[in-house]
């Protein structure tokens, strides 16, 4: 499959001092901490992010900081609502595009692995060890995110049981089980590519850790 990660927010940020560059617009200096919030948390020691370090780092105070985003989680807010965005625009697309619903479930997996491949920092996040002691409510939002790919796998489970590709026997917890097993290898794969220091890619082995996941749950991928 193409790769479709083309929405990975980009690396490359000047600062203040950068002597070609004008000073950002509003606008432009909120993407410009979120893209040194996310380079931040790419740290393969899994440090907590400070706004102390998170100023330095753009080379501008802390009271900067403040005048675009009223606090840290806000600021996390806003690579989370990246995250929805993104993943969920994704699995709209394939939805839209693919009618099989195995297909659908295989290709929505591997949105999953390779938004983290790309996006390490934003991989922090969905496993939350980037909001330890953080607002709770950005756990929430990322239990919420979890529930809504959920859902997304059981729909197309079952245009896959519609199809003939899943037992006509499963029943509505069959199916729930089903799409928790997927999600539970997806975070897997995420979990190994953070305590590798991102190192061992999600993607990594190509197809055959999905065939056997898919062969597991009695579906032909």
């Known amino acids: 499959m193409n790769s479709p990660f083309t929405q990975a927010m980009p690396t490359h940020v000047e600062t203040?001092?950068?002597?070609?560059?004008?000073?950002p617009k509003p606008g432009e200096r909120r993407i410009q901490i979120l893209q040194v919030l996310a380079q931040m948390l790419e740290n393969p020691k899994g440090e907590r992010v400070t706004t102390a370090a998170l100023a330095a780092r753009l080379e501008v105070s802390e009271a900067a900081l403040y005048r675009h985003f009223a606090s840290k989680a806000q600021m996390f807010e806003g690579l989370i609502a990246f995250i929805e965005q993104t993943v969920f625009g994704l699995i709209n697309q394939?939805?839209?595009?693919?009618?099989?619903?195995?297909?659908?479930?295989?290709?929505?997996?591997?949105?999953?692995?390779?938004?983290?491949?790309k996006n390490p920092?934003?991989?922090?996040?969905?496993?939350?060890?980037?909001?330890?002691?953080?607002?709770d409510r950005l756990s929430d939002r990322i239990a919420q995110i979890?529930?809504?790919?959920?859902?997304?796998?059981?729909?197309?489970l079952?245009?896959?049981?519609?199809?003939?590709?899943?037992?006509?026997?499963?029943?509505?917890?069959?199916?729930?089980?089903r799409a928790a097993m997927m999600m539970s290898y997806v975070v897997g794969r995420w979990h190994r590519y953070a305590r590798s220091g991102f190192k061992k890619l999600?993607?990594?082995?190509?197809?055959?850790p999905m065939r056997v996941l898919f062969a597991v749950l009695a579906l032909v991928s």
Do not use: C, W, Y
């Open 16 to 23: 203040e001092n950068a002597p070609v560059r004008k000073r």
């Open 94 to 117: 394939i939805t839209e595009r693919e009618e099989s619903g195995d297909r659908q479930a295989h290709e929505i997996l591997m949105v999953l692995l390779g938004f983290a491949e």
């Open 121 to 135: 920092g934003m991989t922090r996040v969905l496993l939350g060890d980037a909001l330890l002691m953080e607002d």
């Open 146 to 156: 979890f529930e809504r790919i959920e859902v997304s796998l059981k729909q197309s």
């Open 158 to 177: 079952r245009i896959a049981q519609t199809q003939g590709r899943l037992p006509q026997s499963a029943d509505s917890n069959d199916v729930s089980a």
């Open 202 to 208: 999600p993607l990594e082995q190509g197809e055959l």
